[in-house]
């Protein structure tokens, strides 16, 4: 079965840009979280969707970033405009209803010049 | 609030030496579940076993194994004959309802860093 699938990989953008990360989270999971990963503050939680609901964007940093689940197979994270202090590893992940395991993407490595 | 603790921050060890990474946790709920993932130097984050908060009976996976201590909020990982492929980020994570209605947030800790000499 396929994993999460994230995509880009890598993205190197200037800073003022915007940034869309996109998702796709594992079938039949009905819960989708956004990570962040830096070495200064580790793994954070942004924004976590149930049923394509937010249900929890108290980590997101700022208004310009923002999250999108327009259907249960598919969710953004975008920056607008991207800061070079974005500058970090995005994880996507999906689970069955919470309290269930998560399991995560490959990630995005993002680097704001 | 939620909070994972691992005093951690580097291990070095040599092949075949047995290793145990520490997990402190601290919740105010009485339902909560506890994880440990595996970062390797690729990058991925990688799921190794969950635990809920009323299932204290610790397990072994082949050379791994798990200590739950509900009585001092630890939740301990051991490798065992440890390999060089072992070497990674483990991270230590908790999961709780923080008063509310889904246990969908996870806490992690800051990662403990094992270096497998061989």
């Known amino acids: 079965d396929a994993g999460v699938i994230q995509s880009p990989r890598h993205e190197v953008t200037e800073m003022g840009q915007e940034v869309t990360l996109r998702c796709k989270p594992i079938?039949?999971?009905?819960?989708l979280f956004w990570y962040r990963q830096t070495m200064m503050r580790g793994l954070e939680l942004l924004i976590y969707?149930?049923?394509?609901?937010?249900?929890?964007d108290s980590g997101m940093p700022e208004d310009r970033f923002s999250a999108k689940m327009p259907n249960a197979s598919f969710s953004t994270l975008k920056i607008q405009p991207s800061e070079p202090r974005d500058s970090a590893v995005y994880f996507c992940a999906s689970s069955l209803p919470s309290g269930e395991t998560q399991y995560f993407g490959p990630g995005t490595r993002l680097l704001v010049l | 609030a939620q909070k994972v603790t691992q005093a951690q921050t580097e291990i070095s060890v040599v092949e075949k030496e047995d290793v145990t990474l520490d997990c402190v946790y601290e919740t105010r709920d009485t339902t909560y579940y506890l994880f440990w993932y595996k970062q390797p130097p690729s990058g991925e984050l990688v799921f190794l076993i969950r635990r809920n908060s009323f299932d204290e009976q610790n397990e072994i996976s082949g050379r791994y194994s798990w200590n739950f201590q509900k009585s001092t909020s630890s939740f301990n990982f051991t490798i065992t004959a440890s390999q060089v492929v072992d070497s990674a980020v483990y991270f230590c994570a908790l999961g709780a309802n923080a008063g509310g209605t889904s246990y969908g947030k996870l806490t992690f800790g800051q990662g403990t860093i094992l270096t497998v000499h061989p």
């Open positions: 969707f149930n049923n394509n609901v937010p249900i929890d």
């Open positions: 079938s039949g999971h009905n819960s």
